[in-house]
Each structure stands twice: as structure tokens, then as C-alpha cells.
């Protein structure tokens, strides 16, 4: 089941290769640290000037797609998804 | 040096890409839909369409037929930035690449077999890095030109991997349906069966004249076709487009004229778009409406001149709207251009573009830059903001933002 979330969220991160690759570690949601296990996906976007980069990503039970804003440097949960 | 072709095709791409993102869909089938309560599916996955799951079908339809078959929602964004980054990952190895649909990409090894051992190296490296990126996988077909190419890719479908050496295009070619022949569909397959032709190889050794006779210029390119030639490579490698046309379903139907011209006027700048993006002008246009019991007519005209932009192609439509008696609300309009040819920039009287061409360009410019639809026409606010998914033949501008930097 999917639900829509949109908040804004603190996220650990790990730069790779001079910033061409950004690897989500955790990010803090309703005062719980969610460890990430595997990134499953990676995509970019555009809002108008605004490059919006997009991770779907799993804690190894839910998946979670957050989104970073280039501009304000801002991560946001965007949905949370459950199997079944 | 012979020429060396790459044709790469992603298997069951938008499906494959939603199992990639949710580990949880994967060897599951999986249709994926627009946003709408009406929309139908755009793309399968294997274990979907092994059930018989076909693109165009409806939700009612499939769910009838597979009644496990998870539905997800198109992800417009998600495949186009995949689609740029599988192009670049390609220029990598070849500057010479040419997009040919959200999914499929032409890779002219030719001149970098230099680098490699052997195009064979190029696409088995190619593969394992779109899995490694995307977790999804490709058929590649590597022949001496593109028709042969993209024949063998479709025949490793999927994860497959066929190359067909210069020498063997022939044998290669000999056995094959004369439906694996791309352009060749359900209506010319029918038409040869009556002939008494299936094979590509009773194609080869058919009379080029009876052919000539039957399908015109047809009949000259089939016969080369049916041999492995591709007889369309010393033309404009693009070709032109033979229509190109945009169609939207609404979740309400839509029984008010203003509206309807309103998505009118919405689906022929996007028509105008491509044309520009093409570089071609029309002079056919043609009106397509659906009623809500899918009955479903088109009206065309043929203007005597080339319609130069969105505003006439949008009066064009409005004019054959208007010639309709409409016996209900409708669900479907279709907006469509055809008779297209090259456009060479027609120097005005006082030199340059006329003006409402240079604002079309600036509108194309923002577009590129900030992502379609940043700035559209005010009536077409009227249209509550859709989603749809994209067509499979959409192809990202060159100038993608991304690139721009
Ligand atoms: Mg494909």
C-alpha cells in the first residue's frame, strides 16, 4: 500500500564520486531512525530551475521515496510504501 | 570497414523499471497504468504478458484476464532520466547514437571497433552496466545495418543477445516470418499470405515485379527487406515522420464545446511542439473523438498550404469540431498532423522568422530549460492539470536539461 507522506525529513548521506553519486545511510521520521539497506532506485527531475533528485530505497521491510532539493538542500519523505 | 550496428532495446521497460524501484513486484506481473480512473495499460511485464496482457488494454479488461495482475502508476520522469542516462552510458562507446524511442537506441560500432575486441565485448559491457545501474535488462541485436539489427534484437527478446555476421544476413534472414520484417504488420502479413508468402525467404525468390505491381515502392523495398538490405539507409537517417499526433482520455467525459476547444488548443501546441522538434511542417490535420461507448471517428482535412504553427493547426481542429454534430459528451479527443515535410526556415518579407514563429521558439527554449509545460497558453488552464504517461515513441529533446551545464 502506498501513502503519500510530504515531510520534510533530516537525512544521513555519502557523497561518491565528486558529488556525482549521493548514497542515503538513514533519515529521522516521527522521532525513529530509519536505517537504509539498499537504494533501489535513483532519478532526476525537474521543477522548473529546480533539479529534484529522487531515491526509492528500503529499510529491508518498507520502501520509501524521498526526494533531495538541490536549491534548499532539503530532503523530504514523499511516500511510504507497504507490501501487500 | 564494414559497417557494425548495435540495436539496444530495453525489455518490458516502464514494467521492468517499477520492479527494479520495488523489489517486492519483482517476477510478479505487472501492468503499468496512467494516473486516471480510465486509463489503460501502457506497458507489461513478462509474467504479465505471458497471461496475455497486452499495451491498450483497458484495467476491466486485464483484471478479467489475470485477476493477480498488480497495477502500478507511470512515472513519466522516472523513464525519460533513466532513457538519458542509458543514451549516455551508450556515447560512452560510440559518439554515433541515435534514440529512437524511450527505450531503443541505435549504436553505430563502426569506428569503435578500434577500441574494442569486438562489438560482441561492446554489448555484453553495455548490458551488464544498465543492470548494474538500473536493474533491469536489454536485447541487443549487432548486425551490418539497422533493419538486420533490430530484427535479431527482437528475436533474443528478452535479455538476449544476437549478432549476425555480414556473411550470414542471408541465412539469417531465410527462415524468419515475414512479420519479423519491422513495418511489416498484421495488415501487409495478410496481403502476402495471399500470395501465398510467409517466410522472408519465399519473399527473397517472389517477382519483384508482381510485388512492384501489388504494393507499389513497397513491393521494391520488401524484396530487399526480405534479403537483409536495408533499403531505407541511404535516405535522411531520421526519415520523416509519416504523422505525428497527441491523444488524451479525461477521467469525466466532456460534453462542453469550450472545453473541448480548450484541450484542443492543449493537444495541438503539443502537436506544434513536435513538429518543431522534428523541424517538419504539416498540411493534413485530422480530429479524432471517442464517445463514451468507444465509438470512436476521425475527420481529416488537407490544407493547400503548410500550417505553420499551433494556432492553425488549433483552428484547423476547431473548424472540423465544428462541422460535427456531437451525439454525446466525449472521453477521448485526438489531435494529429500528417503530409509532413522538411522545414526550411521561410525568410519573411523583412527577414527572419515572423513574429508568432520567434515567440513559439522562445516558448520551446523555456520549455527545454525548465520542463514541458512551464509555460503554455492561459486557456489551457481551463484543463485540470493531467497526468498521463508517456508515449513509447516520445524521444527527450537534445538539449535536455540535464545536459545543459
Ligand atoms: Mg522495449
Known sequence: ?84 | MDRVVMYIDMDAYFASVEQASRPYLRGKPVAVVGSGKRTVIVASSYEAKRFGIKTGMTKGEAIRKLPSLVFVEGRNNKYVDTCVRIHEILLRYTPEVEICSIDEFFADLTGSLLLFPSPADVAVAVKREIGEQFGITCSVGIAPNKLVAKIAGELGKPDGLVAVEKDDVERFMEGLPVESIPGIGRKMGAALKALGITLCRELRDFPVSVLRRRFGIWGDYLSFMARGIDPFRAQDPGGLPKSIGHSMTFEKNIGDRMMIRARLLELSEMVARRLRKEKVVAKGFSLTLRYPDFTTFTKRITLPFYAPGGRMIYETVTALLDSVRLKDAVRLLGVSAFNVRRFAANPSLFGGLDREERLWRAVDDVNDAFGECSLHPATTLLCARRHWVISPAYRPHKSYPYRRQ
Open chain 1, 1 to 84: 500500500m502506498l501513502t503519500r507522506v510530504g515531510e520534510r525529513v533530516v537525512a544521513g548521506v555519502v557523497f561518491r564520486k565528486e558529488g556525482q553519486k549521493m548514497e542515503l545511510k538513514w533519515f529521522l521520521w516521527k522521532g525513529r531512525k530509519l536505517e537504509i539497506k539498499k537504494t533501489t532506485y535513483v532519478w532526476r527531475e525537474r521543477d522548473g530551475r529546480e533539479l529534484i533528485r529522487r531515491f526509492v530505497v528500503t529499510d529491508g521491510k518498507d520502501l520509501y521515496e524521498l526526494s533531495y532539493r538541490q536549491e534548499g538542500l532539503m530532503w523530504f519523505l514523499e511516500a511510504v510504501e507497504t507490501d501487500g
